[in-house]
């Protein structure tokens, strides 16, 4: 079994930073991409942030200049730095991630269990 634990989310005031993370614990062979989506109230889920087992990110436009996702493959953990914050970032925040459980298997996908961020004065 997998766990995906998400924690740093919060309420903070426009312009002002966050930074959340998410760990993945279990039985983890290996991990490809790890991404961060979004879900704001009446809108869809977005991908906000991805990041390839190389290191090779991409951003939605809206974040690009203030958001920054990394990975520490030791820990198994993604983070995604939040900087500048705005009001239309509110929203919950999953975490998604490609996981194989042992050789040979499938990669299957899994998403934490979300955390709010409430960007507002």
């Known amino acids: 079994q997998v766990q995906l634990v998400e924690s740093g989310g919060g309420l903070v005031q426009p312009g002002r930073s966050l930074r959340l993370s998410c760990a993945a614990s279990?039985?983890?062979?290996?991990?490809?991409?790890m991404g961060w989506y979004r879900q704001a109230p009446g809108k869809q889920r977005e991908l906000v942030a991805a990041?390839?087992?190389?290191?090779?990110?991409n951003y939605v436009d809206s974040v690009k200049g203030r958001f920054t996702i990394h990975r520490d493959n030791a820990k198994n953990t993604v983070y995604l730095q939040m900087d500048s914050l705005k009001p239309e970032d509110t929203a919950v925040y999953y975490c998604?991630?490609?996981?194989?459980?042992?050789?040979?298997?499938?990669?299957?996908?899994?998403w934490g269990q979300g955390t709010q961020v409430t960007v507002s004065s």
């Open positions: 279990g039985s983890i062979f290996r991990i490809n991409n």
């Open positions: 990041i390839s087992s190389g290191g090779i990110t």
């Open positions: 998604n991630v490609d996981i194989k459980i042992r050789p040979g298997t499938m990669w299957y996908n899994d």
